[in-house]
């Protein structure tokens, strides 16, 4: 039972465009939300988070966007660079104790950036 | 600080084999965890650790053990492999049970049972 999904296993942009991924979930008792970057061969590594209280969070060129009503969020990159080509994940948890500590990860969306 | 480690990078066990995939953290983090991913799938928890001495299941426990004797380690034993257990696996800590529960993760060890 996925509670994470990412619809688009690949997502092709020109650097310096606008990537937005997308990233659906259905348990409401999510409580934050995380996206991470992997590149190949190594570890997935945090990129940016959102609690569910705000509907946007900023970090340089990364945006989370979070619509609680739909269950949906997104990252926007802009503008996008060569060194963005990876694949990127969406994870949510809660805060309850059986939930706590426990990501639900999304399958990922593979971003490649090309000049 | 090396981060989160993880040992063997790459291994091909035979069926009814077992290994042990080493884990070390140096950062003094209570919270460490042992993920699965498989091929076009999220990464799926196996088990998780809050602190020496304390483990607990996660999503895909089955044909897996752990221990946690020290802070820094948190090895992961398969003991019967079978090919369903062909996976990339990741090991992750954590420093607190922070709100948005940043993980720190390892490089990953590639495993083929066949």
């Known amino acids: 039972d996925q509670q994470v999904k990412q619809n688009s296993p690949s997502l092709s942009v020109q650097e310096g465009r606008i990537s937005i991924l997308n990233c659906d979930y259905t348990?409401?008792?999510?409580?934050?939300f995380l996206w991470y970057k992997k590149y190949p061969a190594e570890g997935p590594t945090f990129l940016i988070s959102?609690?569910?209280?705000?509907d946007k969070n900023e970090d340089g060129r990364f945006t989370v966007f979070l619509n609680k009503s739909a269950k949906h969020l997104s990252l926007h990159i802009v503008p996008s660079q060569p060194g963005d080509s990876a694949v990127y994940f969406c994870?949510?948890?809660?805060?309850?104790?059986?939930?706590?500590?426990?990501?639900?990860f999304g399958a990922g969306t593979q971003v490649v950036v090309t000049p | 600080n090396a981060g989160v480690t993880q040992t063997p990078k790459f291994r091909i066990l035979k069926i009814g084999q077992s290994m042990t995939l080493q884990c070390a953290q140096d950062?003094?983090?209570?919270?460490m965890y042992w993920y699965r991913q498989d091929p076009g799938m999220g990464l799926k928890l196996i088990y998780y650790?809050?602190?020496?001495?304390?483990?607990d299941k996660g999503e895909v426990p089955n044909g897996y053990n752990v221990s946690r004797s020290t802070t820094e380690d948190f090895p992961l034993r398969l003991e019967l492999a079978a090919p369903s257990q062909t996976s990339v696996y990741f090991c992750?800590?954590?420093?607190?049970?922070?709100?948005?529960?940043?993980?720190?993760f390892g490089p990953g060890t590639r495993l083929t049972v066949l």
């Open positions: 348990n409401s008792m999510f409580d934050y």
């Open positions: 994870a949510a948890s809660g805060e309850t104790t059986d939930s706590w500590g426990k990501l639900q």
């Open positions: 950062m003094n983090h209570n919270y």
């Open positions: 959102i609690s569910s209280i705000k």
């Open positions: 650790s809050v602190g020496a001495g304390i483990t």
């Open positions: 992750a800590s954590s420093p607190r049970r922070s709100s948005y529960n940043e993980q720190f």
